[in-house]
């Protein structure tokens, strides 16, 4: 279990290189956007970026590898989704872990992840299935080894493709910033509780939530969907009781031992 105070700054990331693309320039534009917001997303949920933590514009482009107008647009995307606080004229701010924020907007999450599981169930393709069975083959099979940085790819693409398969685009702007809330917690609770790095409990909820929509079983789905969110509420009982400030917020000064006895 890994119990270091995460860092303010991360080492600069090897970034592959695009030169010589063949694609036409305005693609390459927007798939750089995509890609900032997606590298700099999954720095925060990884605590690479600390809650709390300050940075500018230009730390971003020296960690991320990409320019100024990508790093904008994901930054500007990043404040929408409440991850990211701009501050004019004083740079940016990771948001803090705000875990009574969060557990109010786990009763959103539940509501609006209840219709996207039930559209998915009902309007998944032969493809959308395809892939939910391809990925729970996967969880099977590392169930026992993965870690939660494996687990989080896989749930971004499990997320990723309930959206899909619902086919509600609407839902979308508000469920995906969700998402990536949570998973940042996850990654804390998983990563600095005691006890809390086997991910068979988390891994078997998502299994429910795949088998039920996969097989177009809609109240098996619901059923795995509330006991997912049931099992993410169970984690603030833990993490209020036993994690130190400091780790959701790096402005607060640490208390010595990084959770409290």
């Known amino acids: 279990m890994t119990t270091d105070k995460p860092k303010l700054h991360v080492v600069k990331?090897?970034?592959?290189?695009?030169?010589?693309?063949?694609?036409?320039?305005?693609?390459?534009?927007?798939?750089?956007?995509?890609?900032?917001?997606?590298?700099?997303?999954?720095?925060?949920?990884?605590?690479?970026?600390?809650?709390?933590?300050e940075l500018s514009m230009q730390d971003l482009q020296d960690l991320?590898?990409?320019?100024?107008?990508?790093?904008?647009?994901?930054?500007?995307?990043?404040?929408?989704?409440?991850?990211?606080?701009?501050?004019?004229?004083?740079?940016?701010?990771?948001?803090?872990?705000?875990?009574?924020?969060?557990?109010?907007l786990l009763s959103l999450r539940k509501d609006i992840e209840r219709f996207v599981i039930e559209l998915a169930a009902q309007r998944s393709s032969a493809s959308h299935r395809n892939q939910m069975l391809h990925l729970n083959r996967v969880l099977r099979e590392r169930r026992d080894a993965m870690d939660i940085n494996e687990f989080n790819e896989i749930d971004r693409r499990i997320d990723s493709l309930m959206l899909s398969a619902a086919g509600e685009p609407f839902v979308e702007h508000t469920l995906r910033p969700l998402h990536t809330i949570f998973r940042r917690t996850g990654w804390l609770y998983h990563r600095q509780?005691?006890?809390?790095?086997?991910?068979?409990?988390?891994?078997?909820?998502?299994?429910?939530v795949l088998d039920a929509v996969a097989n177009r079983h809609i109240d098996a789905a619901l059923q795995a969907s509330d006991a997912l969110i049931a099992f993410v509420d169970g984690m603030f009982d833990h993490l209020e009781d036993r994690i130190d400030p400091s780790l959701l917020d790096v402005s607060i000064q640490p208390l010595g031992d990084p959770l409290r006895r």
């Not at 509780?193 to 429910?208: N, Y």
């Open 13 to 53: 990331q090897t970034i592959a290189s695009t030169k010589g693309a063949t694609r036409p320039a305005r693609v390459n534009r927007v798939n750089h956007f995509q890609l900032a917001y997606e590298r700099i997303e999954n720095l925060i949920v990884k605590c690479d970026l600390a809650p709390g933590s």
């Open 64 to 104: 991320i590898g990409l320019g100024r107008t990508p790093i904008h647009h994901a930054v500007n995307r990043l404040a929408l989704d409440t991850l990211i606080y701009v501050r004019p004229r004083h740079g940016l701010r990771i948001a803090p872990i705000d875990l009574s924020r969060e557990r109010l």
């Open 193 to 208: 509780m005691p006890g809390s790095a086997d991910l068979k409990t988390t891994i078997d909820v998502h299994l429910a």
